[in-house]
C-alpha cells in the first residue's frame, strides 16, 4: 500500500500546485522507481517466501538465520544505490531523456535517494510482520508514512517552494520516520523473528535471492516497459500525452494496492501451507481468492467508468483541465485490464509460494517486456491513444491463460515432493473432536501405520483437542480447530492450528519443570511432550501452530 498510495499523493499535489510540467518530471522517474521496488522486492518476497516456508516447518533457527542475512544484505544494496543515485543524479536524467528538465529530475533523484534505505528496510519488515499476524503495526507505519508525506508535500507547496524537489524529500523524509517507528519494534518486541547479525549465513543469500528474483524481474521489466512507452509517446504521440499517461499509471498503482494485496496474502499464505504440504488448502486459497478478486475489481470497474472525470480531475491543475478529457477516456479503458490482472497477479503469486520461482521470473519478463511491447507498438500505430491504454488489457489476459494452464497441468506434482498422503479436518466442538480422533486412528491403521503410533497420533488429538475447545473456545467468536496428518517416508507429524487466544504449550511445558507449586498440572501436556519425538509451537497471522512429530 505504501508505495503506490505515496505515489498517487505526490501526483494529486503535484499536479495541482506545481503543473503539467512537474508532472512530466514526476512521469520520467517512474522507470527509476520501478528499479527500487525491484531491488526492494527483491529482498523482502524472498525473505518473505523463505521464511515463510521455514515456520510452516517450524525451524525457527534457519528463519532467525534467514532475517538476520536479509536485513545485512539490504543494507549493503541500500548504501550502495543512495550513492550512486546522488552522485549520478544528472547523468540519470538525460539516459530518462529529461532534456531541458533535466535540472528538476536530477533535483528529485538527489532528494528521493536520502530515504532509499529506509525504504527498503521497511518493506522487508512488513513483509515480515505479515507472517507473524503483526496487521495494526503494519497499518500504523503505512499510515505513518502517507501521513507524513502528505504533511510534507503541502508544507514543500505552502512554505519551502522548492518544486518536485521538495517533494521527494518529503517522502524520505516519510520513509525515515515509519522505519524508525517499526524498526524499534521489530527489533525488541518481535517474537517469531529476531535479527542478530552473528546469525548471518551466506548460505541464505542464495535462498533469497533465489525466492526474491519474480519479483526482481516483475519491477525489472516495469523499468523496462516504462521506458519503452515514454519512448513510443513521445514519438507517436507527442508529450502531452505523457500526462493521461501518468493519470493512468496513478490509477494503475492504486488499483495495485488492491491486486496486490490480494496476490501478496496468496503468496505469504501459500509459502506456509506448502511447507506443510497442504495440497488442499492451497487450491482452496487459490479458488477463494481469485472469486473475491474477481468480484471486487468488478466494483471498482464500474465505480471508475462512472467516476473517471472526477478522478482524472483530481490529478490536474485548474489551469490545465485540457488534459481532463484524455485522461478520463485512459481511465475508462483501463478499466477491462482489472479482472485480467488481478486473476494473473493471483496465479503467479501462487506459483511463486509453491517454489516455482523459474516459472514466475520468465514469464514476468515475457510479458511485461516481450508481449506487452509488442502489443502497445502494433495497437498504437493502428488505433491511435486508445490502442496503448487496449494493450495492458491484452497483456494480462494473455498472462492470466497461461498461468492457469501451468497450475492445472503442473502445479500438483510439487506438492508431491517427499510426502506420500496427507488428511485434514475441522473441529468445531467436543463431539467432532473425539470424533476425528477415532478417524485419524482408523486412517493411519489402514495406511500401514503401526498400532503404537495411530493409537498416540488420536490420543494427541483427544487431548490436545479438548484443551483447546475447554481453555481457548469463546462463544462470541468463531473458533476451530484444524488438524492435519502428515506421511511422509521419514517422519508422520500432526499438525493442530486453532484461531483462539495465543498460548505456547512448549513454553508452558519448560515454565512447569521449574515450578515448584505446578508440578501435578497440566497432565496432557506432559503426556504429550514425553510421548512425542518432537514438539515446535509458533505463531503466524496470529493462529497457534503445533508441530508434533510421532
Known amino acids: 500500500m505504501i508505495q503506490p498510495l505515496n505515489q498517487l499523493i505526490d501526483t494529486i499535489i503535484t499536479g495541482k500546485s506545481l503543473g503539467a510540467e512537474a508532472l512530466q518530471v514526476y512521469a520520467l522517474f517512474l522507470p527509476v522507481n520501478s528499479f ?28 532467525n538465520e534467514t532475517v538476520s542475512t536479509a536485513f545485512v544484505l539490504g543494507t549493503m544494496a541500500a548504501i550502495g544505490l543512495s550513492v550512486i543515485c546522488f552522485i549520478f543524479s544528472t547523468q540519470f536524467a538525460h539516459m530518462l531523456g529529461a532534456g531541458s528538465l533535466s535540472p528538476e529530475l536530477s533535483g528529485y533523484l538527489r532528494a528521493y535517494s536520502i530515504g532509499i534505505m529506509p525504504a527498503i528496510m521497511l518493506d522487508t519488515m512488513m513483509c515480515l510482520m505479515q507472517i507473524e499476524g503483526r496487521k495494526k503495526l503494519v497499518v500504523a507505519g503505512s499510515v505513518c508514512v502517507l501521513i507524513i508525506n502528505a504533511l510534507g508535500d503541502l508544507a514543500n507547496v505552502f512554505f519551502f517552494h522548492k518544486g518536485v524537489m521538495g517533494m521527494a524529500l518529503a517522502t524520505s ?13 521489530f527489533i525488541f518486541k518481535s517474537k517469531l523473528f529476531k535479527v542478530n547479525i552473528k546469525n548471518t549465513n551466506i548460505i541464505c543469500v542464495r535462498h533469497i535471492l533465489k525466492n526474491g528474483l519474480p519479483s526482481l524481474a516483475y ?15 513521445l514519438n507517436t504521440l507527442g508529450k502531452e500525452a505523457l500526462v493521461p499517461m501518468l493519470v493512468f499509471t496513478n490509477y494503475a498503482l492504486f488499483a495495485d494496492v488492491l491486486i496486490g494485496g ?43 467508468v462512472y467516476f473517471s472525470r472526477p478522478l482524472a480531475e483530481l490529478m490536474l491543475n485548474k489551469n490545465e483541465l485540457n488534459f481532463a478529457s484524455s485522461s478520463a477516456r485512459a481511465l475508462i479503458i483501463a478499466t477491462l485490464y482489472l479482472i485480467p490482472d488481478i486473476i494473473s497477479c493471483i496465479e503467479k503469486k501462487y506459483i511463486q509460494g509453491i517454489g516455482n520461482g523459474t516459472y514466475t521470473t520468465l514469464t514476468n519478463f515475457v510479458y511485461n517486456v516481450v508481449v506487452m511491447g509488442l502489443m502497445a507498438f502494433a495497437l498504437t500505430h493502428f488505433f491511435g491513444f486508445d490502442g496503448l491504454f487496449v494493450s495492458f488489457t491484452g497483456c494480462y489476459l494473455v498472462a492470466a491463460i497461461f498461468n492457469s494452464i501451468y497450475i492445472i497441468f503442473f502445479s500438483s506434482s510439487r506438492f508431491e515432493d517427499g510426502q506420500q498422503k ?7 466442538d467436543l463431539p467432532e473432536c473425539i470424533h476425528v480422533s477415532e478417524e485419524i486412528h482408523k486412517y493411519c491403521l489402514e495406511n500401514g501405520i503401526d498400532l503404537k503410533k495411530s493409537y ?11 484443551n483447546i475447545i475447554t481453555h481457548g473456545f469463546n462463544k462470541k467468536h468463531n473458533n476451530s480447530i484444524i488438524v492435519k496428518v502428515l506421511i511422509s517416508k521419514d517422519r508422520i507429524t500432526l499438525c493442530i492450528k486453532d484461531n483462539c487466544v495465543l498460548f505456547n504449550p512448549v513454553h508452558y511445558y519448560d515454565t512447569m519443570k521449574t515450578d515448584p507449586d505446578n508440578i501435578a498440572g497440566g497432565i496432557g501436556i506432559k503426556m504429550l511432550m514425553k510421548l512425542s519425538k518432537n514438539v515446535t509451537y509458533t505463531t503466524s497471522f496470529k493462529l497457534n501452530n503445533l508441530l508434533i512429530e510421532v
Do not use: P, W
Open 262 to 304: 490480494h496476490g501478496d496474502s496468496v503468496l505469504v499464505l501459500t509459502g506456509i501451507l506448502f511447507g506443510e504440504k497442504d495440497k488442499k488448502g492451497s487450491a482452496s486459497l487459490l479458488r477463494i481468492s481469485i472469486i473475491s478478486g474477481t468480484v471486487l475489481m468488478l466494483i471498482i470497474g464500474i465505480l471508475t
Open 173 to 185: 523524509l516519510a520513509n525515515i520516520a515509519a522505519c524508525l517507528l517499526l524498526g524499534v519494534f
Open 456 to 466: 498416540l497420533l488420536g490420543l494427541f488429538i483427544e487431548e490436545v483437542g479438548k
Open 422 to 428: 496427507m488428511i485434514s479436518y475441522t473441529i468445531n
Open 36 to 63: 527500487l521496488l525491484a531491488v526492494s522486492c527483491v529482498l523482502s518476497k524472498g525473505v518473505q517466501i523463505t521464511a515463510s516456508h521455514q515456520v510452516g516447518k517450524g525451524d525457527f533457527s534457519k528463519s
Open 219 to 233: 519491477y525489472g521489466s516495469l523499468v523496462i516497459r516504462a521506458s519503452f512507452l515514454n519512448i513510443l509517446i
